[in-house]
């Protein structure tokens, strides 16, 4: 059975930081690019960041860089995503994602897909 299974989510006050994780498992992910995407309340699903499997290439949408890092341990088949300087705007479920395919600075999700884990900023 495949699972994503995210944790790290929380509250927090605004330039603070959190750790996303990923794990997954029931088939092998090591060639799958990963992604991670969030959705806002009352807003559509949107692309943050994802990982290629080789090279550990990572790509971001363009409010979330110099901010978060996305990177990935293959041998732990999990992918992370450090995020720092949290903004209120960054207030949102955060879904993993398997089979992300990248287009320039936005993606297109894949079939595979997580639970979500809840960040919020708050002060």
């Known amino acids: 059975q495949v699972r994503l299974v995210e944790s790290g989510g929380g509250l927090v006050q605004p330039g603070e930081s959190l750790r996303l994780s990923c794990v997954a498992s029931?088939?092998?992910?090591?060639?799958?690019?990963m992604g991670w995407f969030r959705q806002a309340a009352g807003k559509d699903r949107e692309f943050v960041a994802a990982?290629?499997?080789?090279?550990?290439?990572?790509y971001y949408e363009n409010s979330v860089k110099g901010r978060f890092t996305v990177s990935r341990d293959n041998a732990k088949n999990t992918m992370y995503l450090q995020m720092n300087s949290l903004r209120p705007e960054d207030t949102a479920v955060y879904y993993c994602?398997?089979?992300?395919?990248?287009?320039?600075?936005?993606?297109?999700?894949?079939?595979?897909w997580g639970q979500g884990t809840q960040v919020t900023v708050s002060s």
């Open positions: 994602n398997a089979g992300t395919t990248v287009l320039g600075s936005t993606a297109r999700p894949g079939d595979y």
């Open positions: 029931g088939r092998s992910w090591n060639r799958v690019t």
């Open positions: 990982v290629t499997w080789n090279a550990n290439i990572p």
